[in-house]
């Protein structure tokens, strides 16, 4: 039977469910609750294989498979950017929508079966229940997909799976299902887009900071699994392959990432990247801001691990340090969205690969800062890193940059949605470095009633909702192109239950929460 913890956070995600297409209803919405409802079965199943060791990979312990929630994330920002550009009249990216919905919804179809198929006994009712949702979503698929959209979405499920089958047995207890649906589905999307705009350029189409980020997140990943095998087969700790390591990241970013994206830009890369970054004098001014908040952040990493050195080789960082990051975090991305959007959505870029260069860095013991990586981050682990890769970091950035990389541009003319829509970039900073980070803070130090089945506490979750709207109101305040129109009991209604699915989910919050926010706010 579901724990109470897992029945709340499937209840409030089915409440989300049940919000979004009570706003946008079509043929797709059949699809979404029959995902939902086959979902919420079928990770019960997974949930009993990861107590009893039974499933075909390791993954993450200490947290259920978050497969319900994990699995309507990618189709309803599919359904909701469906809508928006339809309104808007952008029929490119209408199409893409579609898309995104139905690949979403076949990717998590597909891991419900890979759930269902190694059950044994084999689940009569789940199995019914799952070729039931399979059948309407095929159904839907083929009276709204074009022929080469279907292909497409083939692809994408194609990639995912062969992802799949390669990282989750290289990166054992990195993800739970849940994690490692949004994480390599999104990776498979990506890659997907890429290889699509590599083979169909037109010179003049396309704006280049999307193929930047594309570029970026492909590069980092190749050159992740390219190491990973070859570390197979040699030490990685020695000088002969930290040199080795130096090399051949600086032939594959020089002689395969910078021509790749010269063929999708048209330019040189490095001096269209400098004229960039230096074109106007705030993006100076912001690009000083940001490397004395990165200091600033640095020293408090210098300042914990000193603090272990004099008092005990056991001390570990308390939660309240860690969220120093989180305030760190709201410093830096709160000024780019109010004066450059587009300079912060490079630096993000920018930001994740330094990020993902450095833990290839310090899970193979490059030297010579392997070790010392090693020794300074250890401080900050807490039990979502069970695997042998530090990700809650990534996940931090990932979490405050996806709002603003998947906002859709071209279907805002303004530069802006309308109504609550206006806030989806502000997603992250509210979800993640408002919300998550008070009620960590309230919660810890002056929570006493606890949330049934949960450390969280309400008066965690209370303070995190009223710092979220006082968080809307100053953005009101400050940036003068958001313009809610009146949409403030969506917007409670959005911050409250993304604040009531923190205090359940045991999945990455850095990830789950944002992605979540950004849905309701374009609903």
């Not at 970013?253 to 063929?263: A, E, F, H, K, Q």
């Not at 980070?437 to 006493?448: L, P, W």
């Not at 049934?452 to 909702?465: D, L, N, R, S």
């Not at 239950?497 to 979540?516: F, G, H, K, M, R």
Request: net charge positive; hydrophobic share 55%.
């Amino acid at each position: 039977m579901l724990s109470k913890p897992v029945l709340v956070e499937s209840l409030v995600v089915f409440a989300i469910v049940l919000s979004v297409h009570g706003v946008v209803w079509d043929r797709f919405s059949w699809c979404a609750l029959a995902l939902a409802l086959q979902a919420f079965y079928v990770q019960f199943k997974w949930d009993r294989l990861l107590q009893g060791g039974g499933a075909v990979f390791q993954f993450r312990g200490a947290a259920n498979s978050g497969l319900l929630p994990a699995s309507m994330v990618i189709p309803l920002l599919g359904i909701v950017m469906k809508e928006r550009c339809r309104a808007a009249g952008i029929v490119y990216f209408e199409r893409l929508g579609v898309v995104v919905a139905s690949a979403g919804m076949l990717l998590a179809l597909f891991l419900s079966v890979l759930a269902v198929g190694i059950t044994k006994p084999v689940p009569t009712n789940t199995c019914i229940l799952t070729g039931v949702a399979g059948s309407v979503i095929v159904y839907t698929m083929k009276h709204s997909l074009a022929v080469s959209e279907v292909i497409e979405v083939l692809e994408v499920l194609l990639i995912f799976v062969y992802l799949s089958m390669i990282l989750l047995y290289l990166l054992p207890r990195c993800f739970t299902p849940g994690e490692a649906l949004l994480v390599l589905g999104g990776v498979s999307f990506v890659l997907n887009q890429l290889i699509k705009r590599s083979l169909n350029v037109v010179e003049g189409k396309g704006d280049p900071i999307d193929f930047f980020l594309l570029v970026a997140v492909v590069g980092v990943v190749l050159l992740g699994l390219f190491f990973t095998v070859l570390f197979l087969f040699m030490d990685s700790g020695t000088w002969i392959s930290s040199m080795f390591f130096h090399m051949m990241t600086a032939v594959l970013g020089l002689g395969v990432i910078m021509p790749w994206l010269y063929r999708l830009i048209h330019r040189n890369p490095l001096l269209w990247l400098l004229q960039f970054l230096f074109q106007t004098q705030t993006r100076l001014y912001l690009l000083v801001y940001w490397t004395l908040l990165a200091a600033s952040a640095c020293g408090v990493v210098f300042y914990q691990n000193a603090k272990r050195s004099s008092e005990s080789k056991k001390h570990q960082a308390s939660t309240i340090t860690r969220k120093y990051f989180h305030f760190i975090v709201v410093a830096t991305y709160v000024p780019g969205l109010i004066y450059d959007r587009q300079l912060l959505y490079v630096a993000a870029v920018l930001c994740l690969a330094v990020f993902i260069f450095l833990e290839y860095v310090r899970y193979f013991r490059i030297k010579p800062f392997g070790q010392t990586l090693r020794h300074l981050l250890s401080l900050f682990l807490d039990e979502r890193d069970s695997g042998p890769l530090i990700l809650t970091h990534i996940y931090l950035l990932l979490g405050m940059s996806l709002p603003v990389w998947l906002f859709p541009r071209p279907c805002a003319p303004k530069g802006t949605l309308s109504g609550a829509g206006a806030l989806v970039p502000y997603s992250g900073v509210l979800a993640v470095g408002v919300g998550d980070t008070i009620a960590s803070v309230f919660g810890s130090t002056v929570g006493e009633i606890k949330w049934p089945g949960t450390k969280k506490t309400f008066e965690g979750t209370m303070t995190a909702i009223f710092a979220q709207i006082i968080a809307v109101a100053l953005i009101l305040i400050f940036d003068s192109s958001v313009n809610l129109n009146s949409s403030y009991a969506w917007i409670l209604a959005s911050v409250s239950l993304v604040s009531l699915l923190e205090a359940y989910t045991t999945q990455i919050d850095n990830l789950l929460l944002p992605l979540y926010l950004q849905i309701m706010f374009m609903a």
